[in-house]
């Protein structure tokens, strides 16, 4: 007897070009920890390629293992904000399922991801059973853009279009914002600066942890407009702020907020307020702000820089 085999698939110039490849999925997003202890990575499943774990290979014992089964955290049932799904389409993302990103904190010890709203920290140094902890659940509202302090303390997100923190020390969650919703959100790069700049967040900590730059963004003078999602089974009509050309744009503010009171400092973005903030960043010892004003016909691009310990209207 000869074993049967089923029969071949015929390879059609569709099944090329689909996902995954023919040659099965790749890894995403590899990255070696700050230690240089190990490599991680996300994986999809062999059932399910659009779902991604996480995955650590340990470079001490050549070793390769699941760190993370996304199934069996959610149960395979995930949903997501209306801002999520928005900035999954920015980043080109929006087809995944599971883990779709995750960070390192400096001392590569934890790891922080989100997954399906909830927020998730996972701690390689405990045992494999206690090693991960939620900090933040979907019910309380969607999180959207997580991270790690830059020494690791505390984990920000944005939540129902306000700026939040977590100390890890006891997983307590405080809102640094409280005006966010509607047409104002705090924290969260708007349609321009995610689709045309490259920009995809709001906010930036400074090195030192004591401060929280973050852009307070209202859309009500912008035009609201229809754009159609055709799907298989169903056409959606979706509607959003956008602003065409000669539009008004949002107005944009930028604020530094101190951790310790949640006391906001507004930065002196100069008389126009028709103008576009590409980036943002903070100088080494977290004294000073740069930041990049572009003019709205984007032919003039100033790099600007403020002081903490003067007005934040010095401009040089």
Do not use: C
């Amino acid at each position: 007897m000869f074993p049967t085999h089923a029969p071949a698939e015929q390879l059609t110039l569709d099944r090329i070009f689909a996902n995954p490849s023919l040659s099965g999925e790749t890894p995403r997003s590899l990255k070696l920890s700050p230690d240089g202890q190990r490599v991680t990575f996300l994986q999809g499943r062999t059932d399910e390629q659009q779902r991604l774990d996480l995955w650590v290979y340990e470079l001490d014992t050549g070793q390769t293992r699941m760190l993370v089964d996304s199934r069996r955290l959610t149960g395979g049932v995930e949903q997501l904000s209306d801002e999520e799904k928005a900035r999954r389409e920015r980043q080109r993302t929006a087809d995944l399922r599971g883990i779709a990103e995750y960070a390192f904190s400096a001392d590569g010890q934890r790891l922080l991801f989100p997954l399906a709203g909830d927020l998730y920290v996972y701690d390689l140094g405990a045992d494999e059973d206690q090693a991960v902890r939620q900090i933040a659940r979907a019910e309380d509202g969607f999180v959207t853009d997580p991270r790690f302090s830059p020494q690791g303390h505390y984990v920000s997100f944005v939540r129902d279009q306000n700026l939040y923190v977590v100390d890890l020390e006891d997983s307590a969650a405080r809102a640094l914002t409280d005006d966010g919703g509607g047409l104002v959100s705090w924290g969260m790069a708007e349609f321009v600066a995610q689709e045309e700049m490259d920009r995809d967040t709001g906010y930036w900590w400074s090195p030192d942890e004591a401060h929280i730059a973050a852009t307070r963004v209202d859309e009500a003078s912008v035009p609201l407009v229809r754009r159609f999602e055709i799907h298989a089974d169903r056409t959606e009509v979706i509607e959003q702020r956008y602003p065409a050309v000669g539009d008004p744009n949002v107005r944009i503010q930028l604020a530094v907020i101190a951790l310790a009171d949640g006391q906001k400092r507004w930065v002196d973005l100069g008389p126009e307020t028709d103008i576009y903030l590409p980036r943002v960043n903070w100088l080494p010892g977290g004294k000073a702000l740069s930041y990049q004003r572009q003019s709205r016909d984007q032919r003039r691009l100033e790099l600007i820089r403020v002081e903490l310990d003067q007005n934040l209207s010095q401009r040089t």
